[in-house]
């Protein structure tokens, strides 16, 4: 049994990801509207974040991670998100493919597959698990392709396949988002595409598009995660909308944690 506050079990640290996320924005605003005096969030990265979250579940420590769903970790281990009375992270919400202007025009087959890419939270989830296990992104993603033809075909229907066209896809190194472009990058391929993944923090990404470097994401979480970034480029690419739904953020720990509310870490 821990003793103290919950604030010294955890030397009131929240361990987050890289600070581009909108999650970790989130995160500050929460520090301010719940009034978290002295608590730090921890930046990183989402490997960092798992990392310290694996080894306090198997010592069955205290530990707060900013969290989100859909992630393998949920599957893994016994979690909770702490309860967000005053709403900081908003509500379910979505991930939006978005591409560069122009894209409709110069690849139309890639526009086509982009716009018709879509799957369940559980569908990521499966590619995320199988990275998780160790399989290489592009192995998981290919495994889940080859499961899930019927889906697959759908997206590829009556898209007229290419001769080596190049596709730039970014994305940030969120384990959701590993998977998800993975997965796109295959179908891409199999319209004759040959397709380079670009690795850039979240910023930058969406600069990316702004300025025709990356020719499309399937990274953005809308309306509320990425609002700021889709606010700061808005009119410089296009939307396709939704290709999940049914995403969520905020603060997540063990379920052995006896707290349940943000509002637990000032008492
Ligand atoms: C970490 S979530 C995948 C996205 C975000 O917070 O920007």
Redo the contacts with the bound molecule.
Sequence with gaps: KQSGTVGDQVKHKIIG?DP?????K?TDKAIQEYELKDWEVVEGS?AAMTAALAKAYENKEPIIV?G?TPHWKFAKYDLKYLEDPKKVYGDAEFIHTIVRKGLKGDHPSAYKLLDNFNWQPADMESVMVAMQEGKEPAAAAKDWIKNNEETVNKWLEGISTVQGDKITLAY?A?D??IASTNVVAIALEKLGYEVELSQVE?GPMWAGLASGDADAIV?A?LPT??ADYYKEFEGKFEDLGPNLEG?R?GLVVPAYMDINSIEDLNK
Aim: no cysteine.
């Design positions: 990801i581009g996320a909108g999650l970790m989130a989402s900013t989100w940030v969120w959701s988002e979240a990274a979480w995660t990425h995403t953020i």
